[in-house]
DNA sequence: AGTTTTCAGATCGTACATTATTTGTCAATG
DNA sequence: CATTGACAAATAATGTACGATCTGAAAACT
């Protein structure tokens, strides 16, 4: 019947109900579409999402109805819900978006930076040196702690939703690949440049870093997803 | 029982039901809350609202439920939704995205002109100065006309998207209050420089410009509401 | 072959049940 | 006597079920 092969069945677990994981069916579908598990333009159907989650009708659409608001479905009326496709060029146009933000969140940063914060940074610094990537999941972590912290304290909270929103996209979409080498080694040069440029309240010159830094990390998501896509369509 | 004053009384028609005027739940709230009608953080309860609007409840958990996606309420867990306050920081905040957003939109604009466009945009200025702000309404759909025809073309929807919505928010409070003549006559300057710019192919300059566009017109917008709040608290 | 009819499937709206939170009361205690 | 704590009732959010209405496409008909 569905034509979304079968994610989230209620029938892999033991016997009948319970077991919600404690994600929220918002959450789920969310992840299904940010991790390309429904396909571009697929339609979704409540009845079967509800059946999937094991819940009835109504919060199946309010999930879809707080997704709409975010722009992940594209609903009309009488005739359901559609997932927006996440494509390079969405991924492109996010990025662009970024690249506009960042810079202007770590302006001010470098404004009010404590010395204490500088210290936590190059801490959070010294233990992603320290990973080196062995672990993408915890470096993940450790990388959005170290933006986290420059940007929370701003008095823009829009904006910095805004990132936050976007940066949960992204780092969605590149779970699906391997970092590459080459990136790696850019990641931790322009880290420790932009710490270098705090140090020294040099304020454009973080803002410059962390343009690159941002343009260089969607193009390495942009070519590491064009690169799936001619190896397996 | 309601702490929200009567708006959209479903009392207010001739008879009993019939007649929603067209306008979606999801619109109707929106623009309650844009426009200050239900005041900042003020409880929205589903049953009042579905009374108020005449139906039942479900269309207004999701019409909630897409707001909040949006931005604007917030749900907590068992608690239920709360208007999201639209104050000045609110539009400080979106207006300085737009500051970043828009020259960039500007930026690829010039590059991309065509004769029509420049011709077209000039006759909408010329409207625009001819009618001279005799008629709020039709001098901002002049004036929408003028910025969509700009960034309608451009490749990076999403961006667009976002400018949209922080246009029609904007656009929402600003109906609230006049505007002042000296703004009027920077409007005009602005629009005039920024065709000058576009037709001399100054990328630069036009970004400029309408950077200053974007930042006059917030803080006129704050100004306004700050001397409203004042007056009448 | 093109148009109309019919019908299954899906969305949308209403009513109701359940669960959680808030409020209000009253007794026990310092 | 005031304050606090527990318990009960009200209030509101969340979830379930079902009927009404709309859409899309296959089947019947001219």
């Known amino acids: 019947m569905s034509t979304i092969t079968s994610i989230h069945d209620a029938s892999s677990e033991g016997d009948d ?19 390309g598990r429904v396909k571009a333009n697929e339609r979704l159907k409540v009845a079967d999402l509800a059946n999937r989650m094991g819940t009835s009708t109504n919060p199946v659409r309010e999930a879809l109805q707080q997704l709409r608001g975010e722009g992940f479905v ?20 996010i990025c662009e978006i970024e690249v506009l933000i960042e810079p202007a969140l770590t302006r001010w940063f470098v404004g009010i930076v404590t010395n204490e914060e500088i210290e936590e940074l190059e801490q959070i610094q010294a233990e992603i040196e320290g990973l080196n990537f062995a ?14 912290l420059m940007y929370d304290r701003h ?22 690949f391997p970092t590459s080498l ?16 705090i140090k020294a309240q040099d304020a454009d010159g ?28």
């Open 17 to 35: 109900s319970m077991e919600d994981g404690g994600a929220s069916i918002y959450e789920r579908l969310r992840d299904d579409i940010i991790h």
């Open 135 to 148: 672990d993408e999941m915890t470096h993940s972590n450790l990388d959005l702690r170290f933006h986290k």
């Open 74 to 93: 594209i609903m009309t009326p009488n005739r359901g819900a559609r997932v927006r496709p996440i494509d390079e060029d969405f991924v492109r146009d």
């Open 182 to 197: 080459s990136r790696q080694s850019n990641v931790l040069d322009e880290h420790r440049e932009l710490l270098d440029c």
């Open 206 to 233: 973080a803002a410059r870093v962390i343009g690159r830094h941002v343009e260089g990390s969607g193009r390495h998501i942009i070519e590491r997803m064009r690169l799936a896509r001619h190896t397996a369509p």
């Open 155 to 176: 008095y823009n909270r829009h904006a910095v939703d805004l990132w936050m929103r976007h940066r949960h996209i992204l780092w969605a979409i590149s779970r699906r």
